[in-house]
């Protein structure tokens, strides 16, 4: 038999039910002939009805098989009756058990255009198929896998709420396709029922688990067909004090070399576009000057023979900041102001130390520097200690010690970084007894010289020495260490994410209302609690869609601040979209190949002959009734025209 | 014996009734009604140039004053009508709710005592089933003769209204009004008409019909047989196979008005579910048959 028969010829599972038709089908006919033996009824004259009967056989001669319309139909109701009942099948590649455990990858690579319209949806195709071949009795447990592992169905019966569960699957943009968890899940399911079977619905761009063996059949239904896919797999942009520098990295995942035009749009406006001709497995650069007012640029690669356009367009901010107003109270402390004022983007206002009291806001006032003095009550935002002369609430104070030997520091801490604090010699220190929110950077023979640490959502740098008491100031050192403090006291907010990472930042108490408008413009806001805020800072976490996030801090009606952010999919393993034939999974069978091939699926096609005959009983019925209908649009008409 | 075929009081309503007929029609003995002959009435008709053998009482002396010769002076003759009253007595008739031979015998009476209160000579043919024929009957006093003769019309079996006609046209004695009281379910009936009208009779079809072939009360397959043996038909009878019918039925009574029209005849359609008086004195005052 040919390969193409094979694939199309039709099976029976009840065979035997077409003997129905040899006995209800004479019957039918018997029946019908019997009711042909018509009424007879006596009128005075058929002269009349012969002349019309000659009209209309004239004019209509399939009259008669008009006769016969109600038979004819009776015989395919019939005959639409016994092929549902004789349960015809088609052979399918698909699943056979009762207990079926559906894998389905929905990670980015399953966007893939190589199927028409995505693999997504050519994997919701298969998924509904294999939904359909389920036996009567079959239950089903679907498992997303991509991102977040979700199993928004399991073990049901009720192919409507599956069929609903599997339209409804939507594409994750983040993380890998990771076969363990949702395997491990599916074994534990498996080894309930003996007629289990896991399918797995997915390009076969997966992580799949060591040491573990699924205890039922596992079938993999590839999806995909195409591995041409170029990404963008890095975007940069480094300000500079007149122009900015943007770095675009294009990388070619498919098997032949290509050319690609790169547009780039500064501002949402296209300004620039080149041809980039990549080799397969290479990545290629570009590198532009580009003006220092630009925000942001966004990278796009042309569609040309992509699979996935998903990874084609990359987004940047440009990380510029805004000038920060730091505090600091001090009586005068030439070393320190020189020191801040090299600094860039600060804005220094001194205070007296006689100030008991701070107004501003954190928002307003991020930083205070407190140089020798501690006020009764502390000012809110960050702070940076400098020789404190008594105890808070944050540390306490018990004494003093004299030339404090440094030791060197076992930690890799980025307040030290390019820092060496050992030729540096300290007259007086106090001892300090740090607070557990603290971690000690510099530690010496008499007690910490530098702690770090955040408590309360704040950030908060003690550097235990008065610097007029030390030779810190006159070292190379001291500017490396202000400016690495001031870093770790200012943090600018990470503006380039991957997707499925959170956005953070730092808002002030006064903040009411934060809001992210997101790049498919949906706005949510933290009224609704879809962004969280707490402890001075604001966290979003959906952020699974590439583009650029705008967060406004709003007070009332207006809008404080605005922030933008850009969310990049850098994710090789989804970019790499080669379809892969077949999965190596171990079974308890000792099989480790997934690939089915026998077709032991049977899509069966009662339902269709069932609704078929519905369809005909329906018409024979109307038929039957034509003259009642016909009378009811008759007094309907006369109705509509009184 | 069953009921009369008239009441008395309608019978006393159509006292006051005339046939009407559009011309003069020759008769046989003196009657009231305008003959073409001339004779003796009081209504002066012309004058003509005496000849030998003219009966002197005619003469006009007056006129022989002026004008010194003899000039007979005619009057108009009255003259009785010679009615002719058809009736179909096939079985086609005895058929219909009301029956429809019955509905012609009662038309027939009611027209039959118009003629005779009138003084004009009735004469009666019932064709189709068993012939019977009753003529000259004269006066009211015919009337019960004439009821009489009515009411023992029994239906019988097929009729040749083609040759009925024709026999009847060599038969009957003078012409005069005549009517034809019938369903007409014959395929000759074109060729019947057209024999009656070469004799100069005042021909008034009366077409009558059973509420029940107007409108069949049919449902469903049906196999109809016809009473007076013709071919049976076999019909679905749904709502469009009705319509039809109606339509042809109306197409047909078109095609007999339009022929009747054409040649000079009255046609009447008659429903047998129509009260008689009603009919009589709405539809055939209406028609002009009767005044």
């Known amino acids: 038999m040919p390969a193409w028969a094979r ?129 009567d009795n079959g239950r089903a447990t679907i498992i997303t896998i991509g991102g977040q592992m979700e199993a928004p169905i399991a073990a049901s019966s009720d192919r409507r709420e599956l069929r609903r569960v599997i339209e409804r699957i939507q594409p994750s943009y983040s993380g890998q396709s990771d076969l363990t968890q949702a395997l491990t899940l599916a074994s534990a399911l498996a ?140 009586d005068g402390n030439r070393f320190l102001e020189t020191g801040l004022a090299l600094l860039p983007g600060l804005e220094v206002t001194r205070v007296p130390t006689t100030t008991l009291t701070f107004t501003e806001s954190a928002a307003e006032v991020p930083l205070t520097i407190f140089d020798g003095v501690v006020p009764p009550e502390l000012p809110p935002g960050n702070l940076l200690f400098i020789g404190p002369l008594r105890s808070t609430e944050l540390f306490s104070i018990t004494g003093e010690f004299d030339f404090p030997l440094i030791r060197p520091a076992a930690i890799e801490d980025p307040l030290l970084r390019n820092v060496r604090l050992t030729d540096v010699n300290i007259l007086r220190a106090p001892r300090i007894v740090p607070g557990s929110w603290a971690r000690v950077i510099v530690d010496s023979d008499g007690g910490p010289l530098l702690l770090a640490g955040e408590r309360e959502g704040r950030r908060i740098v003690v550097l235990a020495f008065d610097l007029h008491l030390s030779d810190l100031p006159l070292n190379i050192a001291f500017p490396l260490l202000l400016s690495n403090m001031i870093e770790y006291l200012l943090p600018v907010s990470s503006v380039q994410l991957t997707t499925g990472q959170p956005i953070v930042a730092p808002v002030d108490s006064s903040i009411e209302e934060v809001r992210v408008i997101r790049p498919d413009g949906r706005v949510v806001s933290s009224r609704e609690g879809l962004v969280q805020v707490q402890a001075n800072q604001t966290f979003y976490t959906d952020t699974d869609l590439p583009g650029i996030y705008t967060l406004e801090e709003r007070r009332g009606n207006e809008v404080i601040a605005s922030r933008r952010f850009a969310v990049n999919l850098f994710a090789p393993a989804e970019s790499q979209i080669a379809p892969q034939r077949d999965l190596a999974i171990p079974q308890m069978s000792g099989a480790q190949s997934t690939v089915a091939r026998e077709r032991d699926g049977r899509q069966e096609l009662w339902r269709w002959l069932a609704l078929a005959a519905l369809i005909v009983l329906l018409i024979e019925w109307l038929y039957y009734q034509r003259n009642a209908i016909a009378l009811l649009r008759e007094r309907w008409r006369r109705r509509a025209a009184s | 014996m069953a009921e009369p075929l008239l009441t008395a009081a309608f019978l006393r309503k159509l006292d006051r009734l005339a046939l009407q007929t559009r011309r003069a029609m020759a008769g046989d003995l003196q009657g ?138 060599q038969t009957a004695r003078s012409a005069g009004p005549l009517l034809l009281c019938s369903d007409l379910f014959d395929p000759g009936w074109r060729d019947a008409l057209r024999t009656l009208t070469s004799r100069p009779f005042e021909i008034t079809v009366m077409h009558i019909l059973a509420p029940q072939e107007i409108d069949p009360p049919i449902e469903g397959d049906i196999r109809l047989l016809d009473s007076e043996g013709g071919p049976a038909v076999e019909i679905s009878a749904d709502l469009d196979v009705l319509q039809r019918y109606r339509e042809s039925l109306r197409e047909w009574q078109n095609e007999i008005e339009a022929f009747c029209n054409g040649r000079g005849m009255r046609y009447v359609r008659v429903n047998t579910a129509e009260p008689i008086e009603d009919f009589v004195f709405g539809q055939l005052r209406r028609a002009g048959v009767i005044r």
């Open chain 2, 32 to 169: 009231e009604r305008r003959s073409p002959k001339r004779g003796s009435s009081v209504e002066f008709a012309d004058f003509r140039p005496y000849t030998t053998g003219d009966d002197i009482r005619q003469i006009d002396w007056n006129l022989y004053a002026r004008a010194e010769r003899f000039y007979l002076k005619l009057f108009v003759a009255e003259e009785e009508l010679n009615v002719h009253l058809l009736v179909d007595t096939s079985r086609s008739m005895a058929w219909g709710e009301p029956e429809k031979l019955h509905y012609a015998r009662q038309i027939a009476a009611a027209f039959g005592y118009i003629a005779l209160s009138n003084l004009d000579r009735v004469n009666v043919t019932a064709f189709g089933g068993r012939p019977a024929a009753v003529s000259g009957i004269r006066g009211k006093r015919g009337a019960v003769a004439l009821f009489e003769f009515l009411q023992r019309l029994e239906a019988g079996s097929s009729a040749n209204l083609t040759q009925f006609c024709r026999t009847y046209l």
């Open chain 1, 7 to 135: 694939r199309t010829i039709m099976s029976f599972l009840a065979p035997l039910a077409l003997l129905g038709a040899a006995i209800v089908g004479p019957i039918i006919v018997a029946m019908y002939l019997l009711k042909l033996r018509r009424e007879e009824r006596v009128i005075s004259s058929t002269f009349l009805w012969q002349r019309m009967v000659r009209d209309i056989e004239a004019n209509a001669p399939w009259q008669k098989l008009r006769r016969n319309l109600l038979l004819l139909l009776q015989l395919l109701l019939m005959l639409l009756l016994v092929l549902a009942l004789a349960r015809p099948f088609v052979p399918v590649t698909g699943i056979s058990g009762a207990n079926l455990i559906i894998i389905f990858d929905r990670s980015t690579s399953m966007l893939a255009t190589d199927e028409s319209p995505t693999r997504l949806e050519a994997a919701r195709r298969q998924a509904l198929a294999l939904i359909d071949q389920l036996p």
């Open chain 1, 191 to 330: 080894a309930r029922e003996p007629d289990s079977e896991v399918a797995i619905i997915s390009d076969g761009n997966v992580i799949i688990p060591d040491g573990l063996r699924v205890p039922a059949r596992v079938r993999y239904f590839p999806i995909g067909r195409s591995s041409d896919n170029v990404a963008i797999n890095a975007i940069a942009l480094q300000p500079g004090p007149i122009e900015q520098t943007l770095f675009v990295q294009a990388i070619n995942y498919g098997p032949s070399p290509v050319t690609r035009r790169l547009s780039l749009y500064y501002d949402g406006i296209l300004s620039n576009a080149v041809d980039l001709t990549i080799d397969p497995g290479r990545e290629q650069s570009w590198t532009e000057a580009i003006p220092a007012t630009v925000t942001v640029v966004e990278a796009r690669l042309d569609e040309n023979g992509d699979a996935l356009p998903v990874d084609d367009r990359a987004y940047v901010v440009s990380p510029q900041r805004e000038t920060v107003r730091v505090r600091l109270v001090s």
